[in-house]
Structures are given as C-alpha cells and as structure tokens.
C-alpha cells in the first residue's frame, strides 16, 4: 500500500481529494486486483489514477475562474468574504439562536435579526430572506397574484436564463400575465388600459442580460407608481442583481440600486444575494411593513426559507456595508477594484515562469445579470496552443481546475477574476502539465 501511496502520479492528487479518501479508493482497487489476480503495482496504480480522476473531475471543488465574469453562474457566482466564511463557520458548528428568543425563552423568529440590518441599509420598513431570487418573486406572485392578473411590458418580458423566465414563473404562480405596449415602446397609458378589477400588481422587470435599443419607450419607475396610487395596485420591482452601492467609481455604468427603487416608491423590491451584494445564494424581498407581514404568513414561505448557514453568511456581508468595509473585504469589489497596474505585476509572476506566454488586454464582464455591457479593462495571460481547446481542457481537468477562455486562437486568462492568493496555485497548475 504505501509504495502506490508515494508513487508521484498518485500523490499529485493529495492536495485535492485528501490522503483518506485515496487511501480508500486504493483499499477498493488493490482488493479487486488481489481477486483478479493481477496485482502487479503499475497495473494498481494506473487504474487508481483513472479512479481518482473520476472523483477529482466530478467532486464539487473549487476551481479557479479566469474567464474574467465576476459573477458567473456557472461556477458559483459571488465567492464569500472572510467574514460571511467565518460566520457560517461559528453558526454552523453551534447550536444557535436561529428561531429563538433570548429575551423570552420562547420561539423567535430566524428572520428578525437581519431584517433589521436590511431596513438600516436599504431604508425599507421591513425585509425577508428566501432561498434565492426567483423564489422571491415567485413568494410574491403566489401571496398577492394568484388567480389575478399582473402587468408586465412587453419589453421585460425576460428570460434571466436556468430557467427563469418571467411569464414561466408568472404561470406557475397562478398569476394571469397581462402584457403591456410592444416590445421596444411601452407607454403609461398602456399600463392604464390594461388595468382590470382582477389587476393584482403591475411587475417591473430588470433586463439583467439584454438590452433594446434604438426606437425605445418606457414609463419611469416613479410614474408607473403613481398610476399604482391611483389604482390601488402596488408596484414590484424584480432587481435580480441587487446592488446596494453605486458601481460608478468603478468605471462602469450605474446599476439602479434597492435604496433607489424603493425611493422610487416600489412597494417590494427582490434580489439575489449572491450577485452585486457578493454574499450567499439567497432571495431578498425588501419594502413595505404591511406586504413583507402577509408573506410572511404565506404557508410557501415554508418550503422557500434558508438555512443558518446562510443567514450567517448573509448577516455577515450585510455587515460589511454597515460598517462601510465592503470595498475591502467582500471579494467581488475587490475584483473591480483591482487597478491594470495591480494585474501587471501579477502578470509578470506568469510570464516569467509559462513558456510563451505573453500579456494581453482583456475584457471582464459583471455577469450574473447585471450590465451585461459593462466591460471592465482588464489583462490577460495569453497561452499560444496550436489546439487550444485542447489546452483548455487541459487546465479544466487540471490540479486545481482553471476555467479559461478561448480567444483567437488562444487560451486566455483573464487575471481579474483570479484571486490574487490563488496566481502561485495557477501557475503551477497550468505549468505542471506543460509539454515538453
Ligand atoms: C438573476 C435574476 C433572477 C434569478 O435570481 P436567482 O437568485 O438566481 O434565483 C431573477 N430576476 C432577475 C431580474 C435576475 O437578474
């Protein structure tokens, strides 16, 4: 056993999957070798690598994003700040006051707490927490639209993408879509007609990842909540990214922020708390006291809530806008906030040590939905490969993983969504498999 433990080919896994777990698997194949008879150790120790490859590419691990999309769904979206790390740490190793009143002793609410953080911050009179986004709206349409009909334009009709898509999730809450103007002009007065005594809501959408333009109309959030006033109908906002800060001083275009929608005077905003908050996955349904109340009552609600872990980990990067450290410690800003003089330093660790690569500009993107035309400047490490796709499978199946991006030909990595702590672990990475 322990000459395949220190044969190279198997230790190079140690790092990712943990002394133990290859042990065992070691255990299972040397056991069935021995049965066959045929336990010669390079036979062993082939088909253990071929083992281990398996739990290595489809075990859930960190991989290292360097496609420059800050928030990419598809791995992940916001990776957490220390502190939000650590709170789920704490809470989710203890017992806790989760739905526990200490001033009491009776049951309390898992919802108080941070809803309290979230009023301070955004300025809404109340706030609830659910399992993501696009249970938010779903919350809502079931609570207040069920058998009635929601105002939507045309233009924001939106699929969001995983499936989302507005009159999808309209349906399935029992809500009737009402369609408003066409799909590059949607006027007030179209919003007027529409209106029915069924009209349970008129629903403002994010565009989150297209945008129409040209010959373009549509009402200002501050006049579709006037017509709601005077019909009666409270006006929702699906924000989907959530910004709580302006993104303006960081080169990009401004993002409507929560603080700004209910300003506005939208009765319910939601978003998602793991895009431009940079916190967990969670859905956040911010706004007035008197509507947050009767979702609360709602029975779904139930099977929408979070976990602990989460409402750690979200209280945490709630923290970090409170106290103003959101900039340093949450790692999406610090992203954005990384200046090309930054990248070019890091880039030179790369170039001096990868045969052939070079330092080109790059685009980085927001991704998750927001500004979908936001560039950011950024750098990259180009790796000339006369395949590069298979270059790029190379670094996915690599130790860590990279997930790069194929550009003319070439295997980029954009350095902006790379985090800094992370370049001496790529590097090796990508120089470890290096023919030749
Ligand atoms: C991303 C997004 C959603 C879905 O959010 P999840 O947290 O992924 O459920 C819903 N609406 C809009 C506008 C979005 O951008």
């Not at 879509?177 to 994010?206: F, I, K, M």
């Not at 959101?326 to 880039?347: G, N, V």
Request: charged letters at 25%.
């Amino acid at each position: 056993m322990h000459r395949i433990l220190a044969d190279e080919r198997i230790a190079a896994y140690e790092a990712e999957l943990g002394r133990e777990r290859i042990k065992r698997a070691a255990e299972d194949i040397l056991g069935r070798a021995r049965f066959l008879g045929d336990d010669d150790l390079e036979t062993v120790v082939v088909s253990l690598v071929r083992r281990l490859d398996e739990l290595h590419l489809t075990e859930h691990r960190p991989v290292i994003n360097a496609t420059g999309i800050i928030l990419h769904t598809n791995l992940g979206r916001a990776p957490l700040g220390a502190d939000a790390l650590d709170a789920a740490v704490e809470l989710g190793g203890h017992y806790s006051n989760l739905e526990y009143d200490r001033d009491t002793g009776e049951r309390g609410s898992r919802h108080r707490s941070i809803a309290e953080i979230l009023r301070g911050l955004t300025g809404a009179e109340d706030a609830l927490i659910v399992n993501n986004c696009a249970a938010a709206v779903l919350l809502v349409l079931d609570t207040f639209a069920k058998g009635r009909e929601v105002i939507v334009a045309r233009s924001q009709l939106v699929e969001i993408g995983g499936g989302f898509r507005v009159p999808d999730v309209l349906e399935r809450s029992g809500a009737v879509l009402v369609e408003a103007g066409t799909t590059n002009r949607v006027y007030l007065e179209d919003y007027e007609r529409a209106l029915s005594p069924r009209t349970a809501l008129l629903l403002r959408t994010h565009a989150s990842n297209y945008r129409i333009e040209g010959f373009t109309h549509e009402p200002s959030a501050q006049e579709l909540v006037a017509l709601g006033r005077r019909a009666g109908v409270p006006v929702i906002e699906d924000l989907g990214s959530g910004a709580l800060v302006d993104l303006g001083e960081f080169g990009v275009a401004h993002e409507r922020t929560v603080q700004e929608a209910l300003i506005d005077g939208i009765s319910l905003v939601t978003f998602s708390g793991d895009k431009l908050l940079g916190g967990p996955q969670a859905g956040i349904i911010a706004g007035r006291a008197s509507l947050i109340a009767r979702l609360r009552n709602n029975a779904l609600l139930r099977a929408l809530r979070v976990g602990k872990l989460t409402l750690a980990a979200l209280a945490a990067t709630l923290h970090c806008y409170r106290d103003r450290s959101w900039r340093e410690r949450l790692p999406i800003f610090r992203m954005l906030a990384t200046t090309l003089d930054d990248l070019h330093s890091r880039a030179k660790l790369y170039v001096a040590v990868i045969p052939n690569a070079s330092v080109v500009e790059s685009a980085a993107y927001i991704g998750g939905g927001a500004l979908p035309e936001a560039r950011v400047e950024s750098l990259a490490i180009a790796l000339p490969s006369p395949k590069p796709t298979d270059l790029a499978a190379r670094l996915r199946r690599g130790k860590p993983a990279i997930v790069a991006r194929i550009e003319s030909g070439r295997v980029l990595l954009d350095l902006r969504t790379i985090l800094p702590e992370d370049d001496a672990r790529a590097i090796a990475a990508i120089t470890e498999g290096e023919p030749g």
